[in-house]
């Protein structure tokens, strides 16, 4: 087994990022270069490769709730083996980066796999992994001792000691032997786990005050058409993502999900390899298949041994009857204007508490706008002419009547052509919404505070939280043209 390349990154809290130390060995990426081939992907610089592991790790963009590279269904992490996508002229996925997080450090090796990129062969069947993430474990023994604090100068110190301790336990890019403990005394020292083994997946111990957060986050997909001719389509998937700050080598953790007595059964659920056991019934639910009134409605329990970073315990889809926002949008020519009318209603089932609700209505292939004649019932209307953009600011609440209209007449008539697109030509056009809703899912599913369980030495701190999220919310103009589905919308 050999590494192609090591990487120590410090991090305050996602924030103050840097790479402390890295090293690329040539001999091994060499090797490398010769076993894949035409597949063969280069290690990039180091200032990409930070980046992409940030945002692998879920430490980029941390003010945002949901970004596609990291939190997207299709995208299903396998931590502590990631894979980077590679951008520019040596493109490509490098698998597997191996990445542990501990105190102020971030650890990260990529070891050369002896075997055919494609198929993809499982991850146990890789000694490389296992070996790397023992190495891993090794140098952070050495950085950081048993506990995950050291002041900056011992680690400095450390850290300029790394050089010469890669040089006798990893020569030329192949592992002899991981390093010794910083001080006798940390080898001797018990630790809480009593006589439990640690598994290579599980690379470092809290310790500290236990907390366990769970979020739930529903999102929902429409498209609206307002023509009985075209079939209104949308759907719902969900994520449960933990953080699990838990003393113990394999802490046990219960988290349950539980749906209203006439909710929908969840379907398409996948689980995160560290849930240990599942009753097969939850597994089986499909959305291709016709709901089944006497599928498995739940309580849906998610046992499990957590592991230190935050993951996606599971995902899941479900069938609602009605989206949460039925809308009606009708453009009309008049002279050298449109006539806009626009009708939007708040489904009686949903909480009607906002952390943000707006429409944007775009209009393209266009001169840019002149006269804009537009009143809205709610809110407020935002103007952006150089654009050919309306923005309707709904803020938290809908009016007690749950429904909202805009009404008025805009002209074309600038100096200049306003923005392009190939498909919204001639009354093809659309609106499309984006909203939170705090506090509710769609599908009525929750996670109980109290049902959460966790078997540790220290009782933990629960948190938990839900909310529902629109993605791809479009009402299109029922006067015009517009895309249709043939079937239902896929994930």
Same mark, same amino acid.
């Given at each position: 087994?050999?590494?192609?390349?090591?990487?120590? &990154?410090?991090?305050?809290?996602?924030?103050?990022?840097?790479?402390?130390?890295? $090293?690329?060995?040539?001999?091994?990426?060499? $090797?490398?270069?010769?076993?894949?081939?035409?597949?063969?992907?280069?290690?990039?610089?180091?200032?990409?490769? %930070?980046?992409?592991?940030?945002?692998?790790?879920?430490?980029?963009?941390?003010?945002?709730?949901?970004?596609?590279?990291?939190?997207?269904?299709?995208?299903?992490?396998?931590?502590?083996?990631?894979?980077?996508?590679?951008?520019?002229?040596?493109?490509?996925?490098?698998?597997?980066?191996?990445? &542990?997080?501990?105190?102020?450090?971030?650890?990260?090796? %990529?070891?050369?796999?002896? +075997?055919?990129?494609?198929?993809?062969?499982?991850?146990?069947?890789?000694?490389?992994?296992?070996?790397?993430?023992? %190495?891993?474990?090794?140098?952070?023994?050495?950085? *950081?001792?048993?506990?995950?604090?050291?002041?900056?100068?011992?680690?400095?110190?450390?850290? +300029?000691?790394?050089?010469?301790?890669?040089?006798?336990?990893?020569? %030329?890019?192949?592992?002899?032997?991981?390093?010794?403990?910083?001080?006798?005394? #940390?080898?001797? +020292?018990?630790?809480?786990?009593?006589?439990?083994?640690?598994?290579?997946?599980?690379?470092?111990?809290?310790?500290?005050?236990?907390?366990?957060?769970?979020?739930?986050?529903?999102?929902?997909?429409?498209?609206?058409?307002?023509?009985?001719?075209?079939?209104?389509?949308?759907?719902?998937?969900?994520?449960?993502?933990?953080?699990?700050?838990?003393?113990?080598?394999?802490?046990?953790? #219960?988290?349950?999900?539980?749906?209203?007595?006439?909710?929908?059964? *969840?379907?398409?659920?996948?689980?995160?390899?560290?849930?240990?056991?599942?009753?097969?019934? &939850?597994?089986? +639910?499909?959305?291709?298949?016709?709901?089944?009134?006497?599928?498995?409605?739940?309580?849906?329990?998610?046992?499990?041994?957590?592991?230190?970073?935050?993951?996606?315990?599971?995902?899941?889809?479900?069938?609602?009857?009605?989206?949460? &926002?039925?809308?009606?949008?009708?453009?009309?020519?008049?002279?050298?204007?449109?006539?806009?009318?626009?009708?939007?209603?708040?489904?009686?089932?949903?909480?009607?508490?906002?952390?943000?609700?707006?429409?944007?209505?775009?209009?393209?292939?266009?001169?840019?706008?002149?006269?804009?004649?537009?009143?809205?019932?709610?809110?407020?209307?935002?103007?952006?002419?150089?654009?050919?953009?309306?923005?309707?600011?709904?803020?938290?609440?809908?009016?007690?009547?749950?429904?909202?209209?805009?009404?008025?007449?805009?002209?074309?008539?600038?100096?200049?052509?306003?923005?392009?697109?190939?498909?919204? #030509?001639?009354?093809?056009?659309?609106?499309?919404?984006?909203?939170?809703?705090?506090?509710? #899912?769609?599908?009525?599913?929750?996670?109980?505070?109290?049902?959460?369980?966790?078997?540790?030495?220290?009782?933990? $701190?629960?948190?938990?939280?839900?909310?529902?999220?629109?993605?791809?919310?479009?009402?299109?103009?029922?006067?015009?043209?517009?895309?249709?589905?043939?079937?239902?919308?896929?994930?």
């Amino acid at each position: 087994m050999s590494v192609r390349a090591v990487w120590i &990154i410090s991090q305050e809290k996602g924030e103050n990022v840097s790479i402390r130390y890295s $090293r690329r060995f040539a001999t091994v990426e060499h $090797r490398a270069q010769s076993l894949t081939g035409s597949s063969y992907v280069a290690v990039p610089e180091d200032s990409t490769v %930070l980046q992409l592991l940030l945002t692998e790790l879920g430490l980029s963009d941390s003010h945002k709730s949901y970004v596609v590279l990291r939190d997207d269904c299709v995208h299903r992490q396998q931590s502590p083996a990631l894979e980077l996508r590679v951008d520019g002229p040596g493109k490509g996925v490098l698998w597997p980066v191996l990445a &542990i997080s501990q105190g102020p450090l971030i650890l990260a090796c %990529l070891p050369l796999v002896d +075997a055919p990129a494609e198929p993809r062969p499982p991850l146990a069947s890789l000694l490389s992994v296992s070996q790397g993430l023992t %190495l891993l474990a090794g140098l952070q023994t050495f950085l *950081l001792g048993s506990g995950s604090m050291l002041d900056s100068e011992g680690l400095a110190s450390r850290l +300029a000691m790394l050089p010469s301790v890669l040089m006798q336990v990893c020569p %030329l890019g192949t592992p002899l032997d991981v390093p010794l403990p910083g001080t006798p005394a #940390t080898s001797t +020292a018990p630790t809480p786990a009593g006589n439990q083994k640690q598994p290579a997946w599980k690379t470092g111990l809290h310790r500290g005050r236990a907390v366990v957060n769970v979020a739930l986050v529903e999102t929902v997909r429409s498209m609206q058409y307002g023509n009985r001719c075209r079939q209104d389509l949308w759907d719902v998937f969900g994520t449960v993502s933990c953080k699990c700050e838990v003393e113990g080598v394999l802490p046990n953790v #219960t988290v349950t999900l539980t749906l209203p007595p006439n909710g929908s059964p *969840l379907q398409d659920i996948l689980v995160h390899p560290c849930v240990t056991s599942l009753d097969s019934s &939850i597994l089986t +639910a499909s959305s291709i298949d016709n709901c089944d009134s006497s599928a498995f409605s739940g309580p849906y329990k998610f046992p499990f041994s957590p592991p230190l970073e935050p993951f996606r315990l599971c995902s899941y889809t479900s069938q609602v009857p009605v989206p949460p &926002i039925l809308g009606s949008y009708q453009l009309k020519e008049e002279e050298n204007q449109l006539r806009v009318s626009v009708n939007l209603k708040l489904h009686e089932s949903v909480k009607n508490s906002f952390e943000y609700c707006e429409a944007r209505l775009p209009f393209f292939n266009r001169d840019q706008m002149g006269v804009v004649d537009v009143k809205v019932s709610s809110g407020q209307l935002d103007v952006f002419k150089e654009k050919n953009l309306l923005v309707w600011v709904l803020g938290q609440k809908f009016p007690k009547c749950r429904e909202v209209t805009m009404e008025g007449k805009i002209s074309f008539s600038g100096p200049t052509a306003g923005p392009t697109d190939p498909l919204c #030509t001639e009354l093809t056009a659309y609106i499309k919404l984006y909203f939170k809703v705090p506090d509710m #899912t769609l599908s009525g599913c929750c996670v109980d505070q109290h049902s959460v369980q966790v078997y540790s030495s220290a009782k933990p $701190r629960i948190i938990t939280c839900r909310e529902l999220q629109s993605k791809e919310y479009f009402i299109w103009n029922s006067t015009g043209s517009a895309p249709v589905s043939s079937g239902q919308m896929m994930l």
